[in-house]
T-cell receptor, first 114, second 114 residues
Framework: AQSVTQPDIHITVSEGASLELRCNYS??????LFWYVQSPGQGLQLLLK??????LVQGIKGFEAEFKRSQSSFNLRKPSVHWSDAAEYFC????????????FGDGTTLTVKP | KAGVTQTPRYLIKTRGQQVTLSCSPI?????VSWYQQTPGQGLQFLFE???????NKGNFPGRFSGRQFSNSRSEMNVSTLELGDSALYLC?????????????FGPGTRLTVL
């Protein structure tokens, strides 16, 4: 069975500082990996995705993530955080053979200090 | 292109009642998935429909059901509501080309059971 672990429930960073959100996955084959962001009371917005190819993927809003098969990780990074980045971030894994079903991590809440 | 829309956005029901939520996918998308999001359980997969057929199902009781119409619009129904059914219900659609599909989420329906 596929699973996703986001070890950090809550992270606080200062505006302008760099950010890294951790994600570890468990899946028997090459997974589809996603990062979503959710603002309070809203749905999920896709930040970026990895299906194959280049292991460093670029997303929207200046985010990037790196797929590391040896570590079963897909960490999200941003070089300089803006106050508007404060939100909850979810990592998800999808199965190539189980279309339409994604398994999500428990999320990481990001607080940005002025 | 319009995004995924969900109606209603907010709903208040009492225990024992039933409720129907609606989801209109992005035009051309054939797969619709439903997720339940609660503070305690996080994001959990309910079911997925493709071409009017349920293709995947999560671990929810039979009180949770759904259907998909020929225009890909989907509804989910919860019968005999319980307090624990209070949640944000998210719908996601995808093209489902059998390859690298991405799910796009709607804003959700916030259900409160009193």
């Amino acid at each position: 069975a596929q699973s996703v672990t986001q070890p950090d429930i809550h992270i606080t960073v200062s505006e302008g500082a760099s950010l890294e959100l951790r994600c570890n996955y468990s899946y028997g084959a090459t997974p589809y990996l996603f990062w979503y962001v959710q603002s309070p009371g809203q749905g999920l917005q896709l930040l970026l995705k990895y299906f194959s190819g280049d292991t460093l993927v670029q997303g929207i809003k200046g985010f990037e993530a790196e797929f590391k098969r040896s570590q079963s990780s897909f960490n999200l990074r941003k070089p300089s955080v803006h106050w508007s980045d404060a939100a909850e971030y979810f990592c998800a894994v999808g199965a190539r053979t189980n279309a339409g079903k994604s398994t999500f991590g428990d999320g990481t809440t990001l607080t940005v200090k002025p | 292109k319009a995004g995924v829309t969900q109606t209603p956005r907010y709903l208040i029901k009492t225990r024992g009642q039933q409720v129907t939520l609606s989801c209109s996918p992005i035009s051309g998308h054939r797969s619709v998935s439903w997720y339940q999001q609660t503070p305690g359980q996080g994001l959990q997969f309910l079911f997925e429909y493709f071409s009017e057929t349920q293709r995947n199902k999560g671990n929810f009781p039979g009180r949770f059901s759904g259907r998909q119409f020929s225009n890909s619009r989907s509804e989910m129904n919860v019968s005999t509501l319980e307090l624990g059914d209070s949640a944000l219900y998210l719908c996601a659609s995808s093209l489902d080309t059998g390859g690298t599909d991405t799910q796009y989420f709607g804003p959700g329906t916030r259900l409160t059971v009193l």
